[in-house]
């Protein structure tokens, strides 16, 4: 568990112009435990409130830093793009970390990548 928590912390990219790193190692809380993630992290970084996920409406092709990331399963799932293939999200009975979307247990459940209006441009 410690060396899952530490890996996520060392992959939290420096470069970005936000500091992720204080979002990895969160709780899930129910009942939608990753989306709360993703509204804690919208209104603590970017300063946007998500009451719905439908506040996040703009489908892309082309993720970026601070698109929600859509997946499909038994129950959907989502998590935040914070650079190229990786995410920050969190799932029943673990802790929030960060994680590439791209590694086989993500990639074919993919459903879409969606941005925020606001954000269109903002994170660039």
């Known amino acids: 568990m410690m060396r899952s928590l530490v890996t996520s912390l060392v992959r939290v990219m420096p470069d970005s112009k936000y500091n992720y790193r204080k979002f990895v190692g969160l709780p899930y809380q129910e009942p939608f435990g990753c989306f709360q993630l993703v509204r804690h992290v919208y209104k603590e970084m970017y300063n946007l ?6 506040d996040i409406a703009v489908k892309v092709r082309d993720p970026q830093e601070g698109d929600v990331v859509l997946f499909d399963g038994e129950v959907w799932h989502v998590g935040l793009v914070i650079r190229e293939g990786e995410m920050i999200h969190c799932y029943r009975g673990g802790t929030s970390c960060v994680e590439s979307y791209l590694t086989m247990r993500w990639r074919n459940r993919i459903v879409g990548f969606y941005r925020h209006v606001q954000l269109q441009g903002a994170l660039a």
């Open 49 to 54: 409130p998500i009451r719905d996920i439908k």
